[in-house]
């Protein structure tokens, strides 16, 4: 493998994702690679809806989870270092496979994910994200607590 040209880091707005996005935006300026920060959430207001139907989401979520998506991305872009190229972006659906589908869409080599705090049975039962995606990722993922 040679030289990062870019690197994948998904985010929540959690404390796990910042720890990921400082690990991502510390290689991306080792090795001048683009940083794609991305948000996939389950549904958003667009989800299920033509450009003329109302969403079938009701208000009270769509708009809480417009904000949060909004206030996470934010967030992860404000803790990168000016000098760093950064583009954000924002996708609907199950967040491993979606994570994985940008990945191979984007040509990402590297994938850095945070860790989520699962105890031994919650993690056995449910599984996280970061596993799902290590599993199935066409590249490096590294995985930070």
Known sequence: ???FSRILVPVDGSDGSDAAVDMAASLSEACGAVLDILYVSYFDSNTDAAEEDDTWLPEIVAAPAGSRIRAALERARSRVPEGVAVEVHQRTGNPARRIVEFS???DNE?????????????GFLLGSVSQEVMESAPGAVIIVK
């Open 110 to 122: 590297t994938i850095v994910v945070g860790a989520r705090g699962l105890d031994f049975v919650k």
């Open 1 to 3: 493998m040679g030289k």
């Open 104 to 106: 191979r869409e984007h």
